[in-house]
């Protein structure tokens, strides 16, 4: 939810470029006439050419199209240290094998079991009570979910749940024999739970397990699935059922974070589990834009990791959010694990993905002055765009506008669609431009932060400093990614 939300908070202030036609047949990865291509069929690089402009300084003024984004550049363009491959890559099928290596990394050496979907007596009485507890603040209720007819929807459906949990207590076992974990995949519906509610299948395989975490129990779900419009292949774990009150308990306040190197090398440790190639620790970059919201708890570290594919590593995007006009909706690959104090609370790795070839070991790259060029047409661009017309919002009439400085560029791979293709991507070298963007009022002073309490009584501030991603672009061809569309 703080993801989705700080996606939602960036969005509201760049928004897009303008929509774009959704193509006839297949998605156009380059927008150059074909330059992307011809570069993919051209012979590798030699090994020392890069980009060129290494170091040099950059700064500049301007503003977008509409004026309600100013912008102050000052960079300096990136090194290029190594090769700079295209690749070809797809779905990577999770098997048996790496979802118990990786559960073993993560629980250690005690006993993981086969996810129960049978309940004790105790455990549906927590359940009901901790059901009951979330609809009984209407108010709240209402202040939490966004509006009375939100929290109506809410409240009927947490009622079908306790209805059906109090169906189930009359018969429901005192004890329950828990078998170790066998590490066999089964359909979605298999891990049906009347606390959690009836899943449909949709083609999924899945495999669920449990395990105990400083005495809090723990919920294992890997999933693989590649039919109809759902795609979708990933490893989480954390506190079993946030309505449970585990949640909560996990996540409570422990004083003070672990060390950060500490938690570092432990996160990276369980990413080797993978078995799916080397991983880095994300830039600042990228962490701040995924983490430009306050914390859960001061002793909250999260650790956000990368692939690195032979010297260079994916960069972390949000989106893509609309994939199904080229084919299955499939995130970008990320993987996060968080960690309380010392203790893991939740491992997610999203989309995994395999190498399917190397199309070129070293690509021919544009110089970095045409790169930049590309991205402030691109800054530009950027605005509240009308979601049906495309046309550029106008500046807010009271004069105010988001004052944005670029400080920051990273090269990295991005993941774009194959023309024609609705099975594999190409991962292509690519330059994200960052910055920090702060609302001003007309005069040019910074607004106040906004601060709020919760319902908890814990005084929450959003700072009026947001990071953001402005423009992505491609190094081969120097067209700009959309990377909510994923080309």
Not at 96 to 110: C, H, K, L, N, P
Not at 210 to 224: C, H, L, M, Q, R
Not at 340 to 351: E, P, Q
Not at 409 to 431: C, H, M
């Amino acid at each position: 939810m703080k993801r989705l939300v700080a996606l939602l908070l960036t969005a509201a202030i760049l928004g897009l470029a303008g929509c774009q036609a959704t193509p006839e047949k297949g998605a156009v990865t380059s927008k150059n006439d074909g330059a992307f291509e011809s570069a993919l069929e051209a012979a590798p690089a030699p090994a020392a050419e890069g980009a060129g402009g290494a170091g040099q300084e950059y700064t500049d003024s301007f503003e977008n199209a509409s004026g309600s984004i100013r912008y102050a550049l000052d960079l300096t363009a990136p090194a290029v240290e190594t090769a700079l491959p295209v690749l070809r890559v797809r779905p990577m099928e999770i098997t048996s094998e790496t979802a118990e290596r990786v559960a073993r990394a993560i629980f250690g050496d005690g006993e993981i079991y086969e996810y129960s979907t049978q309940h004790t007596k105790s455990e549906l009485e927590a359940a009901i009570l901790a059901c009951r507890e979330s609809i009984a603040d209407w108010d709240a209720l209402v202040e939490r979910c966004g509006d009375e007819s939100g929290a109506e929807v809410y409240k009927s459906t947490q009622e079908e749940r306790i209805a059906a949990m109090e169906q189930a207590y009359a018969d429901a076992p005192e004890t329950v024999d828990r078998a170790l974990c066998d590490w066999q995949f089964h359909p979605g519906s298999y891990y049906s739970d009347v606390t959690h509610g009836q899943i449909t299948d949709m083609g999924q395989q899945v495999l669920k397990a449990s395990a105990a975490v400083d005495g809090i129990p723990f919920e294992y779900t890997v999933v693989n699935c590649d039919g109809g419009e759902l795609r979708e292949h990933y490893i989480m774990a954390g506190p079993d059922s946030e309505e449970s009150g585990f949640g909560d308990a996990a996540y409570a306040d422990r004083g003070v974070p672990g060390d950060p190197d500490t938690l570092r090398q432990k996160a990276l440790a369980i990413a080797e589990a993978l078995d799916a190639g080397s991983w880095r620790v994300a830039s600042d970059y990228e962490y701040a834009v995924f983490h430009n919201m306050p914390a859960e708890a001061p002793s909250i570290t999260r650790v956000l990791l990368t692939r690195d594919w032979g010297g260079l590593a994916v960069t972390c995007h949000m989106g893509p959010s609309n994939e199904a006009a080229y084919g299955p909706q499939y995130p970008y690959e990320q993987l996060e694990i968080t960690f309380n104090g010392d203790a893991l609370v939740d491992f997610s790795y999203l989309s995994a993905l395999e190498a399917v070839e190397t199309v070129n070991e070293n690509v021919q790259t544009l110089p970095f002055a045409h790169i930049l060029a590309a991205a402030e047409e691109q800054m530009r661009r950027n605005g509240a765009a009308d979601p049906l017309t495309g046309e550029m919002a106008p500046a807010p009439v009271d004069g105010s506008y988001e004052r944005i400085t670029v400080d920051g560029v990273q090269l990295g791979l991005t993941r774009i669609f194959i023309k024609d293709n609705t099975t594999e991507y190409y991962l292509v070298p690519t330059y994200t431009f960052y910055g920090t963007a702060v609302s001003c009022s007309a005069d040019g002073t910074a607004m106040e932060d906004f601060t709020y309490t919760d319902e908890t009584g814990r005084t929450i501030t959003f700072p009026n400093k947001t990071a953001v991603e402005l423009a992505v672009i491609n190094a081969v061809d120097g067209s700009a990614i959309d990377v909510s569309k994923g080309y």
